[in-house]
Protein backbone atom coordinates (compact mmCIF):
# COMPACT_ATOMS: atom_id res chain seq x y z
CA UNK A 1 0.00 0.00 0.00
CA UNK A 2 1.05 3.60 -1.07
CA UNK A 3 1.64 6.53 0.61
CA UNK A 4 -2.25 7.56 -0.40
CA UNK A 5 -3.73 4.88 2.23
CA UNK A 6 -2.10 6.82 5.22
CA UNK A 7 -5.08 8.92 5.24
CA UNK A 8 -7.14 5.92 6.61
CA UNK A 9 -7.24 6.93 10.26
CA UNK A 10 -6.07 3.77 12.39
CA UNK A 11 -8.83 3.53 15.54
CA UNK A 12 -9.72 1.59 18.17
CA UNK A 13 -12.27 -0.78 16.02
CA UNK A 14 -10.60 -3.89 15.26
CA UNK A 15 -11.62 -7.82 13.90
CA UNK A 16 -9.84 -11.09 13.60
CA UNK A 17 -8.62 -11.13 9.79
CA UNK A 18 -8.80 -15.40 8.74
CA UNK A 19 -6.32 -16.31 6.66
CA UNK A 20 -8.36 -17.07 4.08
CA UNK A 21 -9.30 -13.75 3.60
CA UNK A 22 -5.71 -12.59 2.59
CA UNK A 23 -5.97 -12.94 -1.41
CA UNK A 24 -2.69 -14.84 -2.22
CA UNK A 25 0.44 -13.22 -4.26
CA UNK A 26 2.93 -14.69 -5.85
CA UNK A 27 6.04 -14.03 -4.25
CA UNK A 28 8.63 -16.41 -4.89
CA UNK A 29 9.66 -19.16 -7.10
CA UNK A 30 11.33 -22.16 -5.79
CA UNK A 31 12.54 -24.99 -8.03
CA UNK A 32 11.24 -23.16 -10.86
CA UNK A 33 8.22 -22.96 -9.41
CA UNK A 34 6.13 -20.08 -8.53
CA UNK A 35 4.97 -20.28 -5.01
CA UNK A 36 2.26 -18.88 -2.95
CA UNK A 37 2.87 -16.68 0.22
CA UNK A 38 -0.63 -16.67 2.53
CA UNK A 39 0.10 -12.96 3.32
CA UNK A 40 -1.12 -10.05 2.52
CA UNK A 41 1.38 -7.10 2.86
CA UNK A 42 0.66 -6.06 6.77
CA UNK A 43 -1.11 -2.34 5.65
CA UNK A 44 -3.64 -4.22 2.99
CA UNK A 45 -4.73 -6.54 5.98
CA UNK A 46 -5.11 -3.16 8.23
CA UNK A 47 -6.99 -1.74 5.85
CA UNK A 48 -9.26 -4.57 5.54
CA UNK A 49 -9.58 -4.86 9.42
CA UNK A 50 -10.61 -0.88 9.82
CA UNK A 51 -13.09 -1.51 7.27
CA UNK A 52 -14.47 -4.71 8.81
CA UNK A 53 -14.45 -3.09 12.01
CA UNK A 54 -16.86 -0.29 10.75
CA UNK A 55 -19.09 -2.47 8.63
CA UNK A 56 -19.37 -5.01 12.21
CA UNK A 57 -20.01 -1.90 14.40
CA UNK A 58 -21.98 0.38 12.57
CA UNK A 59 -23.93 -1.20 10.05
CA UNK A 60 -24.27 -5.05 10.61
CA UNK A 61 -26.46 -4.80 13.91
CA UNK A 62 -28.65 -2.44 11.15
CA UNK A 63 -28.99 -5.31 8.27
CA UNK A 64 -32.14 -7.49 9.62
CA UNK A 65 -33.88 -4.04 10.68
CA UNK A 66 -33.74 -1.95 7.34
CA UNK A 67 -34.11 -5.31 5.60
CA UNK A 68 -37.41 -5.78 7.01
CA UNK A 69 -38.87 -2.35 7.06
CA UNK A 70 -37.23 -1.90 3.57
CA UNK A 71 -35.71 1.51 4.19
CA UNK A 72 -33.08 2.77 6.52
CA UNK A 73 -33.62 6.14 8.55
CA UNK A 74 -32.36 9.18 6.67
CA UNK A 75 -30.61 10.39 9.88
CA UNK A 76 -29.17 7.22 10.92
CA UNK A 77 -27.41 7.24 7.40
CA UNK A 78 -26.47 10.63 7.82
CA UNK A 79 -24.92 9.66 11.09
CA UNK A 80 -23.47 6.89 9.72
CA UNK A 81 -21.61 8.58 6.68
CA UNK A 82 -20.06 11.32 9.34
CA UNK A 83 -18.63 8.15 11.08
CA UNK A 84 -17.50 6.85 8.19
CA UNK A 85 -15.82 9.88 7.05
CA UNK A 86 -13.74 10.15 10.41
CA UNK A 87 -12.14 6.81 9.13
CA UNK A 88 -11.24 8.09 5.64
CA UNK A 89 -13.40 5.92 4.75
CA UNK A 90 -15.76 8.05 2.89
CA UNK A 91 -15.49 8.54 -1.05
CA UNK A 92 -12.66 6.36 -0.94
CA UNK A 93 -12.73 5.86 -4.80
CA UNK A 94 -11.33 9.05 -5.28
CA UNK A 95 -8.26 10.60 -6.29
CA UNK A 96 -6.36 13.21 -4.31
CA UNK A 97 -6.97 15.40 -6.57
CA UNK A 98 -10.67 15.35 -6.15
CA UNK A 99 -10.52 15.28 -2.29
CA UNK A 100 -10.68 11.29 -2.04
CA UNK A 101 -7.46 9.20 -0.60
CA UNK A 102 -5.77 7.97 -3.81
CA UNK A 103 -6.39 4.28 -2.89
CA UNK A 104 -4.90 2.13 -5.77
CA UNK A 105 -7.23 -0.37 -7.28
CA UNK A 106 -5.80 -3.72 -5.24
CA UNK A 107 -6.62 -1.26 -1.97
CA UNK A 108 -10.34 -0.47 -3.20
CA UNK A 109 -10.79 -4.18 -4.09
CA UNK A 110 -10.03 -4.76 -0.01
CA UNK A 111 -12.96 -2.04 1.10
CA UNK A 112 -15.23 -3.50 -1.48
CA UNK A 113 -15.36 -7.11 -0.19
CA UNK A 114 -15.76 -6.21 3.02
CA UNK A 115 -18.23 -4.11 2.17
CA UNK A 116 -19.72 -6.40 0.26
CA UNK A 117 -20.66 -7.77 3.72
CA UNK A 118 -22.90 -5.79 4.46
CA UNK A 119 -26.31 -4.94 2.87
CA UNK A 120 -26.45 -2.53 -0.23
CA UNK A 121 -28.54 0.20 1.45
CA UNK A 122 -25.97 0.18 4.11
CA UNK A 123 -23.05 -0.02 2.38
CA UNK A 124 -24.17 3.55 1.19
CA UNK A 125 -22.76 5.11 4.08
CA UNK A 126 -18.70 4.28 2.88
CA UNK A 127 -19.87 6.75 -0.16
CA UNK A 128 -18.72 5.47 -2.99
CA UNK A 129 -18.67 7.96 -5.77
CA UNK A 130 -19.90 8.00 -8.64
CA UNK A 131 -16.60 7.36 -11.28
CA UNK A 132 -17.97 10.03 -13.86
CA UNK A 133 -17.84 13.12 -11.07
CA UNK A 134 -13.95 13.05 -12.30
CA UNK A 135 -15.34 14.83 -15.03
CA UNK A 136 -16.15 18.14 -13.30
CA UNK A 137 -14.86 20.98 -14.49
CA UNK A 138 -13.34 23.52 -11.09
CA UNK A 139 -16.88 25.05 -11.09
CA UNK A 140 -18.29 21.92 -10.41
CA UNK A 141 -16.38 20.75 -8.24
CA UNK A 142 -17.33 23.34 -5.60
CA UNK A 143 -20.84 23.33 -5.82
CA UNK A 144 -20.97 19.24 -6.93
CA UNK A 145 -18.43 17.45 -5.52
CA UNK A 146 -17.49 19.17 -2.52
CA UNK A 147 -20.35 18.72 -0.28
CA UNK A 148 -20.69 15.33 -1.94
CA UNK A 149 -17.09 14.54 -0.58
CA UNK A 150 -18.34 16.14 2.54
CA UNK A 151 -21.29 13.81 3.33
CA UNK A 152 -23.49 16.41 2.76
CA UNK A 153 -25.77 15.64 -0.28
CA UNK A 154 -26.25 12.85 -2.56
CA UNK A 155 -26.02 11.77 -6.32
CA UNK A 156 -28.17 9.23 -8.53
CA UNK A 157 -27.13 8.21 -12.00
CA UNK A 158 -29.90 7.62 -14.87
CA UNK A 159 -29.35 5.61 -17.64
CA UNK A 160 -31.83 2.87 -17.63
CA UNK A 161 -35.27 3.93 -19.45
CA UNK A 162 -38.12 1.98 -20.21
CA UNK A 163 -37.45 1.06 -23.60
CA UNK A 164 -33.39 1.36 -23.16
CA UNK A 165 -31.14 -0.53 -20.69
CA UNK A 166 -28.95 -3.10 -21.99
CA UNK A 167 -28.99 -1.39 -25.67
CA UNK A 168 -27.80 2.62 -25.41
CA UNK A 169 -28.62 3.10 -29.16
CA UNK A 170 -32.04 2.84 -27.87
CA UNK A 171 -32.29 5.44 -25.40
CA UNK A 172 -35.62 7.96 -26.08
CA UNK A 173 -34.59 10.77 -23.36
CA UNK A 174 -33.86 13.67 -25.88
CA UNK A 175 -32.23 16.93 -25.02
CA UNK A 176 -32.48 20.15 -27.03
CA UNK A 177 -30.08 22.87 -27.37
CA UNK A 178 -31.50 26.54 -26.77
CA UNK A 179 -30.18 29.41 -25.41
CA UNK A 180 -27.46 28.72 -22.84
CA UNK A 181 -28.29 25.61 -22.03
CA UNK A 182 -30.71 22.09 -23.00
CA UNK A 183 -34.06 21.73 -22.37
CA UNK A 184 -34.44 17.39 -21.73
CA UNK A 185 -37.77 15.22 -22.18
CA UNK A 186 -37.69 11.56 -21.28
CA UNK A 187 -38.21 9.41 -19.02
CA UNK A 188 -35.89 7.06 -16.69
CA UNK A 189 -36.52 3.96 -14.45
CA UNK A 190 -34.57 1.33 -12.27
CA UNK A 191 -32.40 4.75 -10.90
CA UNK A 192 -30.60 3.73 -7.43
CA UNK A 193 -31.35 6.67 -5.42
CA UNK A 194 -33.20 9.33 -7.72
CA UNK A 195 -35.66 9.87 -4.81
CA UNK A 196 -33.37 10.75 -2.31
CA UNK A 197 -30.89 12.24 -4.34
CA UNK A 198 -29.74 16.07 -4.61
CA UNK A 199 -28.78 15.84 -7.84
CA UNK A 200 -29.42 13.54 -10.85
CA UNK A 201 -27.01 12.50 -13.74
CA UNK A 202 -29.21 12.15 -16.97
CA UNK A 203 -27.77 10.59 -19.93
CA UNK A 204 -29.54 12.35 -22.60
CA UNK A 205 -29.91 12.30 -26.87
CA UNK A 206 -28.08 14.90 -27.99
CA UNK A 207 -27.70 13.92 -31.81
CA UNK A 208 -30.25 11.61 -32.94
CA UNK A 209 -28.28 11.26 -36.07
CA UNK A 210 -24.36 10.48 -34.86
CA UNK A 211 -22.69 6.88 -33.78
CA UNK A 212 -23.16 6.38 -29.66
CA UNK A 213 -19.74 7.73 -29.33
CA UNK A 214 -20.86 11.02 -30.29
CA UNK A 215 -24.31 10.95 -29.81
CA UNK A 216 -25.09 11.41 -25.71
CA UNK A 217 -24.76 14.12 -23.20
CA UNK A 218 -24.60 13.70 -19.20
CA UNK A 219 -26.54 16.79 -17.86
CA UNK A 220 -26.99 17.24 -13.84
CA UNK A 221 -29.92 18.20 -13.11
CA UNK A 222 -30.62 19.48 -9.17
CA UNK A 223 -33.64 18.11 -7.53
CA UNK A 224 -36.51 20.19 -7.70
CA UNK A 225 -35.89 21.11 -11.10
CA UNK A 226 -38.63 22.19 -12.90
CA UNK A 227 -40.38 19.67 -14.94
CA UNK A 228 -38.85 16.73 -13.05
CA UNK A 229 -41.07 14.02 -11.34
CA UNK A 230 -40.42 10.99 -9.44
CA UNK A 231 -43.16 8.92 -11.24
CA UNK A 232 -42.92 5.86 -8.82
CA UNK A 233 -40.90 3.36 -6.69
CA UNK A 234 -39.93 0.14 -6.85
CA UNK A 235 -40.25 -3.07 -5.06
CA UNK A 236 -37.69 -5.20 -5.30
CA UNK A 237 -36.69 -9.08 -4.52
CA UNK A 238 -33.48 -7.82 -2.52
CA UNK A 239 -31.40 -4.82 -1.93
CA UNK A 240 -34.84 -3.80 0.20
CA UNK A 241 -34.08 -0.23 2.34
CA UNK A 242 -32.22 0.80 -1.50
CA UNK A 243 -34.18 3.02 -3.18
CA UNK A 244 -34.65 2.35 -7.07
CA UNK A 245 -37.15 4.69 -9.00
CA UNK A 246 -38.70 6.14 -12.24
CA UNK A 247 -38.95 9.36 -12.87
CA UNK A 248 -40.00 12.03 -16.02
CA UNK A 249 -38.70 14.88 -17.53
CA UNK A 250 -40.92 17.07 -18.92
CA UNK A 251 -39.37 20.46 -20.64
CA UNK A 252 -36.48 20.51 -18.02
CA UNK A 253 -34.26 23.34 -18.76
CA UNK A 254 -30.78 22.30 -18.27
CA UNK A 255 -27.74 25.70 -18.22
CA UNK A 256 -24.67 24.65 -19.94
CA UNK A 257 -22.99 24.97 -16.26
CA UNK A 258 -24.40 21.60 -15.66
CA UNK A 259 -23.11 19.75 -18.61
CA UNK A 260 -21.07 16.65 -17.18
CA UNK A 261 -18.56 16.36 -20.05
CA UNK A 262 -18.48 17.67 -22.80
CA UNK A 263 -21.48 18.10 -24.88
CA UNK A 264 -21.95 14.68 -27.39
CA UNK A 265 -19.49 13.05 -24.92
CA UNK A 266 -21.90 11.13 -22.68
CA UNK A 267 -20.61 7.54 -23.71
CA UNK A 268 -16.68 9.07 -23.07
CA UNK A 269 -17.90 9.90 -19.70
CA UNK A 270 -20.42 7.04 -18.52
CA UNK A 271 -18.00 4.47 -20.14
CA UNK A 272 -14.70 5.80 -18.76
CA UNK A 273 -14.92 4.77 -15.43
CA UNK A 274 -17.27 1.18 -16.15
CA UNK A 275 -14.57 -0.83 -15.84
CA UNK A 276 -13.59 0.29 -12.26
CA UNK A 277 -17.29 -0.16 -11.29
CA UNK A 278 -17.25 -3.75 -12.86
CA UNK A 279 -14.36 -4.31 -10.27
CA UNK A 280 -16.13 -3.07 -7.17
CA UNK A 281 -19.44 -5.42 -8.28
CA UNK A 282 -17.22 -8.46 -8.63
CA UNK A 283 -15.05 -7.62 -4.87
CA UNK A 284 -18.45 -7.15 -3.24
CA UNK A 285 -19.79 -9.99 -4.99
CA UNK A 286 -16.59 -11.76 -3.05
CA UNK A 287 -17.68 -10.25 0.24
CA UNK A 288 -21.42 -10.90 -0.10
CA UNK A 289 -20.82 -14.89 -0.77
CA UNK A 290 -17.98 -15.12 1.83
CA UNK A 291 -20.04 -13.95 4.82
CA UNK A 292 -22.98 -16.72 3.51
CA UNK A 293 -20.18 -18.96 3.17
CA UNK A 294 -18.72 -18.76 6.73
CA UNK A 295 -21.93 -18.96 8.52
CA UNK A 296 -23.00 -22.18 6.35
CA UNK A 297 -19.13 -23.90 7.20
CA UNK A 298 -20.19 -23.24 10.76
CA UNK A 299 -23.38 -24.46 10.70
CA UNK A 300 -22.18 -27.74 9.04
CA UNK A 301 -19.95 -27.97 12.31
CA UNK A 302 -22.83 -27.48 14.65
CA UNK A 303 -25.90 -28.59 13.37
CA UNK A 304 -25.97 -32.76 13.32
CA UNK A 305 -27.86 -35.03 11.16
CA UNK A 306 -27.89 -39.16 11.60
CA UNK A 307 -25.81 -38.96 14.30
CA UNK A 308 -23.02 -37.32 13.08
CA UNK A 309 -22.13 -33.38 12.19
CA UNK A 310 -23.30 -32.17 8.95
CA UNK A 311 -19.77 -31.63 7.96
CA UNK A 312 -19.08 -35.21 8.48
CA UNK A 313 -21.22 -36.00 5.31
CA UNK A 314 -19.26 -36.15 2.07
CA UNK A 315 -22.53 -33.97 0.10
CA UNK A 316 -21.92 -31.32 2.40
CA UNK A 317 -18.19 -31.15 2.39
CA UNK A 318 -18.36 -30.93 -1.51
CA UNK A 319 -20.79 -28.27 -1.16
CA UNK A 320 -18.73 -26.59 1.22
CA UNK A 321 -15.31 -27.29 -0.88
CA UNK A 322 -16.61 -25.98 -4.45
CA UNK A 323 -17.80 -22.84 -2.52
CA UNK A 324 -14.46 -22.39 -1.03
CA UNK A 325 -12.96 -22.69 -4.83
CA UNK A 326 -15.22 -20.54 -6.58
CA UNK A 327 -14.97 -17.93 -3.86
CA UNK A 328 -11.14 -17.29 -4.27
CA UNK A 329 -11.48 -17.58 -7.87
CA UNK A 330 -13.58 -14.77 -7.88
CA UNK A 331 -10.72 -13.02 -5.39
CA UNK A 332 -8.34 -13.79 -7.60
CA UNK A 333 -9.91 -12.69 -11.06
CA UNK A 334 -10.79 -9.67 -9.46
CA UNK A 335 -7.35 -9.19 -8.14
CA UNK A 336 -5.76 -9.27 -11.49
CA UNK A 337 -8.06 -6.60 -12.82
CA UNK A 338 -7.52 -4.40 -10.66
CA UNK A 339 -3.95 -5.01 -10.83
CA UNK A 340 -3.79 -4.68 -14.83
CA UNK A 341 -6.15 -1.10 -14.05
CA UNK A 342 -3.41 -0.02 -11.89
CA UNK A 343 -0.94 -0.62 -13.91
CA UNK A 344 -3.22 1.26 -16.61
CA UNK A 345 -2.90 -1.89 -18.88
CA UNK A 346 -5.47 -2.07 -21.57
CA UNK A 347 -6.59 -5.74 -20.29
CA UNK A 348 -8.06 -4.40 -17.44
CA UNK A 349 -11.52 -4.09 -19.71
CA UNK A 350 -11.57 -7.36 -20.68
CA UNK A 351 -10.35 -8.71 -17.22
CA UNK A 352 -13.21 -6.57 -15.38
CA UNK A 353 -15.85 -7.50 -17.26
CA UNK A 354 -14.32 -11.34 -16.68
CA UNK A 355 -14.34 -10.49 -12.88
CA UNK A 356 -17.91 -9.30 -12.39
CA UNK A 357 -19.30 -12.14 -14.45
CA UNK A 358 -17.86 -14.34 -12.84
CA UNK A 359 -18.09 -12.96 -9.44
CA UNK A 360 -21.73 -12.26 -9.51
CA UNK A 361 -22.54 -15.64 -10.75
CA UNK A 362 -20.47 -17.45 -8.25
CA UNK A 363 -22.54 -15.14 -5.40
CA UNK A 364 -25.77 -16.52 -6.97
CA UNK A 365 -24.13 -20.19 -6.45
CA UNK A 366 -22.60 -19.93 -2.77
CA UNK A 367 -25.23 -18.17 -1.44
CA UNK A 368 -27.64 -20.93 -2.89
CA UNK A 369 -25.54 -23.85 -1.19
CA UNK A 370 -25.00 -22.47 2.13
CA UNK A 371 -29.21 -21.61 2.08
CA UNK A 372 -29.30 -25.24 1.12
CA UNK A 373 -26.96 -26.49 4.01
CA UNK A 374 -28.87 -24.61 6.66
CA UNK A 375 -32.50 -26.83 4.90
CA UNK A 376 -35.25 -24.62 6.12
CA UNK A 377 -33.20 -22.20 8.69
CA UNK A 378 -31.79 -20.82 5.92
CA UNK A 379 -35.16 -19.55 4.23
CA UNK A 380 -36.29 -18.33 7.26
CA UNK A 381 -35.79 -14.39 7.59
CA UNK A 382 -34.74 -15.12 11.06
CA UNK A 383 -31.19 -15.65 9.69
CA UNK A 384 -29.76 -13.21 7.18
CA UNK A 385 -29.03 -15.93 4.55
CA UNK A 386 -32.28 -15.55 2.72
CA UNK A 387 -31.49 -12.35 2.21
CA UNK A 388 -28.03 -12.89 0.92
CA UNK A 389 -29.67 -15.46 -1.51
CA UNK A 390 -32.12 -12.66 -2.53
CA UNK A 391 -29.15 -9.78 -2.63
CA UNK A 392 -26.78 -12.11 -4.94
CA UNK A 393 -29.14 -11.61 -8.11
CA UNK A 394 -29.34 -8.29 -8.95
CA UNK A 395 -25.73 -8.13 -9.16
CA UNK A 396 -26.21 -10.15 -12.23
CA UNK A 397 -28.21 -7.35 -13.55
CA UNK A 398 -26.42 -4.26 -12.61
CA UNK A 399 -23.36 -2.93 -14.12
CA UNK A 400 -24.47 -4.33 -17.01
CA UNK A 401 -25.86 -7.77 -17.36
CA UNK A 402 -24.35 -11.11 -17.26
CA UNK A 403 -25.09 -11.31 -20.99
CA UNK A 404 -22.97 -7.92 -21.97
CA UNK A 405 -19.95 -8.91 -20.36
CA UNK A 406 -19.91 -12.45 -21.77
CA UNK A 407 -20.57 -10.19 -25.44
CA UNK A 408 -17.48 -8.22 -24.61
CA UNK A 409 -14.94 -11.59 -23.57
CA UNK A 410 -16.36 -13.51 -26.34
CA UNK A 411 -15.28 -10.04 -28.70
CA UNK A 412 -12.73 -9.97 -27.56
CA UNK A 413 -11.80 -13.86 -26.91
CA UNK A 414 -12.35 -13.89 -31.58
CA UNK A 415 -10.42 -10.89 -31.81
CA UNK A 416 -7.56 -12.66 -30.27
CA UNK A 417 -7.85 -15.02 -32.59
CA UNK A 418 -8.26 -13.20 -35.98
C1 LIG B 1 -30.74 -3.27 -8.37
C2 LIG B 1 -30.61 -2.46 -9.62
C3 LIG B 1 -30.08 -1.18 -9.57
C4 LIG B 1 -30.02 -0.41 -10.72
N1 LIG B 1 -29.55 0.88 -10.67
C5 LIG B 1 -29.51 1.63 -11.80
C6 LIG B 1 -29.06 2.99 -11.77
O1 LIG B 1 -28.69 3.51 -10.72
N2 LIG B 1 -29.04 3.68 -12.94
C7 LIG B 1 -29.43 3.14 -14.12
O2 LIG B 1 -29.37 3.83 -15.12
N3 LIG B 1 -29.89 1.86 -14.18
C8 LIG B 1 -29.92 1.10 -13.04
N4 LIG B 1 -30.40 -0.19 -13.09
C9 LIG B 1 -30.88 -0.72 -14.35
C10 LIG B 1 -29.91 -1.70 -14.98
O3 LIG B 1 -28.73 -1.04 -15.38
C11 LIG B 1 -30.63 -2.38 -16.14
O4 LIG B 1 -31.69 -3.14 -15.58
C12 LIG B 1 -29.71 -3.28 -16.94
O5 LIG B 1 -28.75 -2.51 -17.63
C13 LIG B 1 -30.48 -4.12 -17.96
O6 LIG B 1 -31.34 -3.32 -18.70
P1 LIG B 1 -32.88 -3.72 -18.85
O7 LIG B 1 -33.42 -3.99 -17.50
O8 LIG B 1 -33.55 -2.68 -19.67
O9 LIG B 1 -32.86 -5.10 -19.61
P2 LIG B 1 -32.81 -5.29 -21.22
O10 LIG B 1 -31.73 -4.46 -21.80
O11 LIG B 1 -34.18 -5.14 -21.75
O12 LIG B 1 -32.39 -6.82 -21.31
C14 LIG B 1 -33.26 -7.85 -20.86
C15 LIG B 1 -32.46 -9.15 -20.81
O13 LIG B 1 -32.02 -9.49 -22.14
C16 LIG B 1 -30.63 -9.63 -22.15
N5 LIG B 1 -30.14 -9.13 -23.44
C17 LIG B 1 -30.34 -7.91 -23.96
N6 LIG B 1 -29.72 -7.81 -25.15
C18 LIG B 1 -29.10 -9.00 -25.36
C19 LIG B 1 -28.26 -9.52 -26.39
N7 LIG B 1 -27.88 -8.78 -27.42
N8 LIG B 1 -27.81 -10.78 -26.28
C20 LIG B 1 -28.15 -11.54 -25.21
N9 LIG B 1 -28.91 -11.10 -24.18
C21 LIG B 1 -29.37 -9.85 -24.27
C22 LIG B 1 -30.12 -8.79 -21.00
O14 LIG B 1 -28.85 -9.20 -20.56
C23 LIG B 1 -31.20 -9.05 -19.98
O15 LIG B 1 -30.95 -10.28 -19.34
C24 LIG B 1 -30.47 -0.96 -11.95
C25 LIG B 1 -30.98 -2.26 -12.00
C26 LIG B 1 -31.07 -3.00 -10.84
C27 LIG B 1 -31.62 -4.39 -10.92
Given at each position: ?????????????????????????????????????????????????T????????????????????E?????????????????????????????????????????E??????????????R??????????????????????A????????????????????????????????????????????????????????????????????????????????????????????????????????????????????????????????????????????????????????????????????V?????????????????????????????????????????????????????????????????????E???R????????????????I?????VL????
Amino acid sequence: MGPSTEIIIRTEIDSKIPERDHPYKYSATIAGVKCMSAREPAERIELRRTVRGFVQTYLAPLEAEVDAADEVNPATMQRLREEARKLGLYGYNMPVELGGPGLTLLEQTVIAEEVGRTSMPLSAAIGRMLGSLRFCDAAQQEWLLDPLMRAETTIAYALTEPDAGSDLNALRTRARRVDGGWVVSGSKQFISHADTADHIIVLAVTDTEAKLTGRLTTLILPRGTKGLTMTRRFRKAGWRGYHLAAFSLDECFVPDSHVLGKPGRGFETMMATVNNDRLHVASRCVGLASAAFELAAKYARERKTFGKPLGDHQAVQFALADSDVEIQAARLLAREAAELGDAGDPGFRIAASRAKLYSSEMAGRVTDRAMQIFGGAGYMTDLPIERYWRDARGFRIGEGTSEMQRIQIGRAVLDSFA
